[in-house]
């Protein structure tokens, strides 16, 4: 379902500093030797009952686990263990979102290729534009000029909108303002079918500020998933870093909280 030529992210990372070597000959050991060398950069926003979620769903409850039977919380100094039942819509602070979040009969989480949950990153920073206009969407003119600086985009990648709203996740109704600055359909069009890239990330709760979601639409309908209310984009370089996301493997899953990181080079 996903036509495209992934390469091998691991060897690659590890042949940029080691070009003695074939990708054949790197083992697992010299890729996680060189790996844990890099800098590691979480993109991940911490969540909680307070924190900003689309309207629609509503806030998230935490409560101590308790006894079916007793109903009693479970407690470090009755039971020896302590445990957290969480109440929260799937879409709730950084998540996935498979194509079956939007689409019936597509993949969802738990049937997304392990091997598209590692990639190269490329990560737009909408932030120069921003000033003139506060909710720029990401045009193919930014795209091509932005690829005059760093290179084509690499077939295979995964494709981050830095937009810096993530440093408004404290103050939720700035963070949840609308319109925000986003991708454009066209944008992601041109992602997709001209640079096969493999999944999109953003900052915001959604892909874009249309009224029907129109750029979210067609990503997802294209059979690619997407990572919203990422964090950190600012300490990512533009291109050559690795993107890592995972996520629980709930059986026909619609969407859920990830952990998502960068390996820098």
């Keep these: 379902m996903f036509p495209r030529s992934c390469r091998a992210p691991l060897a690659l990372l590890l042949l940029s500093s080691s070009p003695v070597l074939a990708a054949d000959d790197v083992t697992l050991a010299?890729?996680?030797?060189?790996?844990?060398?890099?800098?590691?950069?979480?993109?991940t926003q911490s969540f909680s009952p307070t924190t900003p979620?689309?309207?629609?769903?509503?806030?998230?409850?935490?409560?101590?686990?308790?006894?079916?039977?007793?109903?009693r919380p479970y407690t470090l100094e009755q039971d020896g263990f302590r445990t957290t039942f969480y109440s929260m819509v799937g879409q709730y602070g950084t998540h996935v979102d498979p194509p079956a979040h939007f689409h019936a009969n597509a993949l969802t989480q738990d049937r997304i290729p392990l091997?598209?949950?590692?990639?190269?990153?490329?990560?737009?920073?909408?932030?120069p534009l921003l000033g003139k206009e506060p909710n720029h969407a990401l045009s193919v003119?930014?795209?091509?000029?932005w690829e005059k600086k760093h290179g084509r985009v690499p077939a295979g990648a995964f494709a981050a909108l830095r937009t810096d709203?993530?440093?408004?996740?404290?103050?939720?109704?700035?963070?949840k303002r609308h319109p925000f600055p986003a991708w454009s359909l066209e944008a992601v069009k041109f992602l997709?079918?001209?640079?096969?890239?493999?999944?999109?990330?953003h900052e915001s709760l959604d892909t874009d500020s249309t009224p029907t979601l129109e750029a979210e639409k067609y990503l997802l309908g294209k059979g690619h998933y997407?990572?919203?209310?990422?964090?950190?984009?600012?300490?990512?370089?533009?291109?050559?870093?690795?993107?890592?996301?995972?996520?629980?493997?709930v059986e026909n899953g619609l969407g859920f909280p990830a952990r998502v990181f960068a390996i820098l080079p």
Excluded: C
Excluded at 30 to 43: G, I
Excluded at 192 to 201: C, H, I, M, P
Excluded at 226 to 249: N, R
């Design 141 to 145: 003119q930014d795209i091509q000029e």
């Design 53 to 71: 979620v689309w309207q629609g769903f509503g806030q998230a409850s935490f409560t101590a686990a308790s006894d079916p039977a007793s109903y």
């Design 115 to 127: 091997k598209e949950m590692i990639l190269p990153l490329v990560v737009f920073d909408l932030t």
């Design 226 to 249: 997407q990572i919203e209310v990422m964090a950190h984009l600012d300490q990512v370089p533009a291109t050559g870093a690795l993107l890592v996301a995972s996520w629980p493997k």
């Design 165 to 175: 709203l993530s440093k408004d996740w404290k103050n939720p109704e700035r963070f």
């Design 30 to 43: 010299q890729a996680y030797k060189a790996l844990t060398r890099r800098t590691w950069v979480d993109l």
């Design 192 to 201: 997709v079918e001209k640079r096969d890239v493999v999944a999109l990330g």
